[in-house]
């Protein structure tokens, strides 16, 4: 089984460039990085697409849009067969568990009707209800960090014109209010199932969004 990791970013080259090279000195991973409207002085040097007309520097394009970018580009490349999980990053998570590539597979192998995996938060209270387990299927997870397997994918997404706006996620829903919610939905209804883990240690810097609102060009955290 191959891993693909896929980073949004939008202005913050310095903390997208530090998780890129932390996953690749660590994991047997290829990586992609998206570039949401970023000015051109604020690209990351792992940068893969650049998305930058007008309406994308403007507004970015937020988790949804941007992995939607991401995964139909891969497949319009014909890149998009070459791997069995995606895991999908906002460039302000942090990662507890540096080597994270052969727990993924275990956890794949293991389970084969899971279709979404979230790595778990050490203050989330998931974490307390997993305990020994370390894995637990959920009907909630969150959407800065999450591994999806392809099989699932081809299942659930749109394969007509392929975009930022209709291939795995409703593009149309801008800023991802329950997006998880639609991806689970349409996990378990297709015989697919969505976990928690805690083999897999991760935190969101929400300091970046708190105090770089403005250069990332979005709503203040409040």
Known sequence: MRICTIILNRNLPKVTNLLAKTIKKNNNTDLFVVEAGSDK????????????????????????????FALSNLYKEKKFEKYDLFFLLTNDTVFETKKFDKKVLNIFKKHPK???????????????LLKKNKIKYFW????????????????????????????????????????????????????????????????????YLIQKSKLIKTEPYD
Not at 45 to 66: D, L, M, Q
């Open 140 to 207: 909630y997870i969150h959407n800065n960090a999450v591994i999806i397997r392809k099989d699932f994918i081809k299942e659930v997404c749109s394969f007509k014109n392929p975009g930022y706006l209709n291939f795995l996620y409703d593009g149309n829903n801008f800023r991802g209010y329950g997006t998880e919610s639609e991806i689970i939905a349409k996990a378990y209804i297709n015989n697919w199932g969505a976990a928690i883990t805690s083999d897999i240690l991760i935190s969101e810097n929400e300091n």
């Open 114 to 128: 899971l279709g979404i995996l979230s790595p778990c938060a050490p203050n989330w209270g998931e974490k307390k």
């Open 41 to 68: 002085s604020k690209i990351s040097k792992y940068c893969t697409w650049h998305a930058n007309w007008s309406s994308v520097k403007k507004n970015g394009f937020r988790f949804p849009r941007g992995m939607n």
